[in-house]
């Protein structure tokens, strides 16, 4: 499994972070970005819910 961050959605709200630390950090400018590629399956039930949760529907996923 993979996750995309569309960086023109994503508004810095960070819960992907708070949801899944070990797959999304926030860059420079606090935007979301994918720090584990593929995502380990161990975090793939947490990235489900990051991709669920996220208020500007900015993650998706990507068999």
């Known amino acids: 499994m993979r996750v995309v961050v569309d960086s023109d959605r994503c508004e810095g709200n960070a819960l992907c972070v708070r949801i899944a630390p070990a797959v999304f950090q926030l860059d420079d400018d606090e935007y979301a970005t994918v720090v584990a590629d593929p995502v380990p399956v161990e975090e793939e039930a947490r990235v489900a819910q990051a991709?669920?949760?996220?208020?500007?529907?900015?993650l998706s996923r990507e068999d």
């Open 51 to 58: 991709i669920a949760d996220c208020p500007r529907a900015a």
